[in-house]
């Protein structure tokens, strides 16, 4: 069974930041890209960051570029995603995913998310 959670989300003034961690379980595909996407409330669901399981590529979202980092540690099967320079804007429940291809229409599995708050 796959299962993806997160933890690290919080409240934290704008400027602060967060690191937000996915444990995934072992049957997790290592051939699936891992990605964040973020749901402000009223809004759609938006990809934030992805990488792959070899390390060898990642991608972000325009909003997030510069300012957030995603890795893994794949002997700990943990996606992690290291927020700076946060800003009120980027108040969102946060989830983990993966799936062949990171849009939220290839999406196999989610995470049951984390909410990151951040207070201007």
């Known amino acids: 069974q796959v299962q993806l959670v997160e933890s690290g989300g919080g409240s934290v003034q704008a400027g602060g930041s967060l690191r937000l961690s996915c444990a995934t379980s072992s049957r997790t595909p290592r051939a699936f890209p891992m990605g964040w996407f973020r749901q402000a409330s009223g809004k759609e669901r938006e990809f934030v960051a992805g990488?792959?399981?070899?390390?060898?590529?990642?991608s972000y979202g325009d909003s997030v570029r510069g300012r957030f980092t995603i890795s893994r540690d794949s002997a700990k099967n943990t996606v992690y995603l290291q927020m700076n320079s946060l800003e009120p804007e980027d108040t969102a429940v946060y989830y983990c995913?993966?799936?062949?291809?990171?849009?939220?229409?290839?999406?196999?599995?989610w995470g049951q998310g984390t909410q990151v708050t951040v207070s201007s």
């Open positions: 995913a993966a799936g062949p291809k990171l849009s939220i229409d290839s999406i196999l599995y």
């Open positions: 990488i792959l399981w070899s390390g060898s590529h990642t």
